[in-house]
């Protein structure tokens, strides 16, 4: 079974970092587009960064300039660095890989907060 592992989140002060990564398991990681997404309280969930199959990434508005998303095929992990954090950033992160499928992890909460 496909398996996409979280890991990295937690309670960060206003303008710290943070990096996420996620480790994919039994999937051809390399010809996945894969994703972050995020979803706060009473929000829908949101496209945050993502990076294709080639290399080539995209970012919602909000994070570009402090948000970096990249992989690593040889370890099938797609990694989220996140930089000056604000408080709406605040939300659970899921990692996404779209092929022939779609495939989520279970997610990780990053909170930040004075």
């Known amino acids: 079974q496909v398996q996409l592992v979280e890991s990295g989140g937690g309670l960060v002060q206003p303008g710290g970092s943070l990096r996420l990564s996620c480790a994919a398991a039994?999937?051809?990681?390399?010809?996945?587009?894969v994703g972050w997404y995020r979803q706060a309280p009473g929000k829908q969930r949101e496209l945050v960064a993502l990076?294709?199959?080639?290399?080539?990434?995209d970012y919602a508005d909000s994070v570009k300039g402090r948000f970096t998303i990249s992989r690593d095929n040889a370890k099938s992990t797609v990694y989220l660095q996140m930089n000056s954090l604000k408080p709406e950033d605040t939300a659970v992160y899921y990692c996404?890989?779209?092929?022939?499928?779609?495939?989520w992890g279970q997610g990780t909460q990053v909170t930040v907060s004075s």
């Open positions: 996404h890989a779209r092929y022939a499928a779609n495939y």
């Open positions: 039994k999937i051809n990681f390399r010809i996945h587009d």
């Open positions: 990076i294709n199959s080639g290399g080539s990434t």
